[in-house]
């Protein structure tokens, strides 16, 4: 059985959803600061506001929806099966260890090693899908029906959309006023829960979607109205390599976003070492995307007010690497 807290839609989440989610949410993920920085404004050409969202347990934004979603289970399941990468297990497994729930999660073979042991240390199970016994999410509902476990899927559940709008609220709630919110777009519900938020209290503002170049399925899927997988991804920002997207993911994606923009890993890593010496802002891929679009698309954004969300810090040693080569050097 599918985890469905509220059903399905074409439409925003309500406020009143938002709201929800933000009293079910431990206060540890709550009230993340919001910083912006001269050296980034400069380089960037526009005023640039940075909601960060790392300085949580699992240093994710992840934690907000899968508090949510957990604290609406009714009747709490004994157990939860979900697929992740990492930070979406990270913040699944401290949710469910919280309430007595054993988790499982199934990763990818290329999941970051350090994402690995952290799902693994918050009390998780993780196991590594095989290519050959089909997709990891195959796997996962397939393990969860032959167990009687419960399957949580990331980006199909309104109320994890609805724990990740609480940021919008946040900002809004806090007086801060923008012409643009770029929005990085993996699973779709950090999107899906921003743009429900803005469109009911300040439509005007325009939700910019950003995808990875190396992992385009949301943006053609956004496009065409329905769900296009594209399974050979090829991308540093692995919290947005998304290769079979959730079709309700999708219509929710189009009702809450106004365009979207894509972003090569070469720009991922230039804003990354951007935020790092600019701002002293450590940032994992999938979190320097949006800082990546605002970079290559200066004249789009020229003088407005943009704000832009620092979704993990959680990166490989490999990335850590690269951040911290010479200026210049490729």
């Known amino acids: 059985m599918d985890a469905q807290a509220a059903p399905s839609s074409t439409l ?43 300085l949580n347990p699992i240093r994710s934004f992840k934690g907000r929806g899968t508090e949510a979603v957990m604290a609406a289970l009714d009747p709490r399941p004994a157990a939860v099966v979900a697929t992740s990468s990492g930070n979406f297990g990270q913040g699944l497994a401290r949710a469910a260890a919280r309430r007595g729930i054993a988790a499982t999660i199934l990763a990818p073979s290329w999941a970051n090693p350090l994402k690995l042991e952290a799902m693994r240390r918050l009390g998780a199970t993780v196991r590594l899908a095989d290519p050959e016994e089909g997709s990891g999410k195959d796997l996962a509902r397939r393990i969860a029906a032959e167990s009687g476990a419960l399957f949580v899927e990331d980006g199909g559940h309104p109320i994890i959309s609805a724990g990740a709008g609480v940021i919008a609220q946040e900002l809004t709630v806090a007086g801060h006023e923008v012409d643009d919110i770029v929005v990085q ?94 701002a002293g802002v450590a940032a994992e891929p999938s979190a320097a995307a949006g800082l990546a679009a605002i970079m290559t698309n200066r004249d789009r954004f020229a003088g407005r007010r943009v704000a832009t969300v620092i979704t993990g810090s959680n990166f490989s040693e490999a990335f850590q690497a690269r951040l911290l080569e010479p200026a210049g050097k490729a």
């Open 12 to 54: 925003p989440l309500t406020p009143q959803q938002i709201l929800a989610a933000r009293a079910a949410i431990d206060p540890v993920f709550l009230d993340s600061p919001v910083m912006s920085h001269g050296a980034l404004d400069a380089a960037l050409g526009c005023a640039c506001l940075l909601k960060v969202e790392t």
């Open 185 to 278: 777009i993996g699973d779709g519900a950090l999107a899906t829960g921003i743009g429900s938020w803005f469109k009911a209290h300040a439509p005007r503002v325009r939700i910019v979607g950003v995808v990875a170049r190396g992992a385009p399925a949301m943006a053609q899927s956004f496009a065409a109205g329905r769900a296009i997988d594209t399974p050979d991804t090829d991308t540093i920002a692995d919290g947005m390599a998304i290769a079979r997207p959730v079709p309700s993911a999708v219509a929710q994606l189009r009702a809450c976003v106004d365009e979207i923009l894509l972003v090569d890993d070469g720009a991922i890593l230039d804003a990354a070492r951007l935020l790092l010496r600019g």
